[in-house]
């Protein structure tokens, strides 16, 4: 038997769903963040890979809902309830949000990573799911390994290492 827990990846503007004792991880967040929903009494986790703060950016009409932080979360949670989970017991876990390039000019439009991270903020509080934990900001890129199991968000972080939140 392989003691090895399947490792499900998210890719940009996707998300995902994962049963214990899967993982499930993203890569490449620099301006994005990655936000890990989990119900923590069946041990199941949803993670997405949000882009941009709002679908209304979108000009598209059948737009990727994965991509922005207010569909993608919703889209989570209706996942999770889904396949059991509930909904009062859904808690968060986020981490991404960099602000990967300085800009000489104070254009909100250019500051993607604080607006993701307040977007995703936004929503959680709207949906009533706390937010228990979160790795956010900075100028560094990161990727992110939910364990399904012991419910640990695994970060490492370009030039500065690993941690756990």
Known sequence: MNNLAQVIKVGIADLKIVKNPQKIRTSGLGSCVGVVLFDHRIKIAGMA???LPESSMS???DKNRSKYADTAIIDLVAGLVKQG???SRL???????AQMFQFQTANN???IGPRN???VKKSLKELKIPLIAEDTGG????TIE?????LQLNIRTVNKGESVI
Do not use: L
């Open 117 to 119: 991270v307040d977007a």
């Open 109 to 111: 439009m250019m500051r």
């Open 91 to 97: 808690q968060a876990k986020i981490a991404g949000g």
């Open 85 to 87: 989970g509930k909904k």
């Open 139 to 142: 100028k560094n890129g990161r």
């Open 59 to 61: 000009k598209q009409e």
């Open 146 to 150: 939910f364990n399904s199991e012991t």
């Open 49 to 51: 890979h949000v882009m």
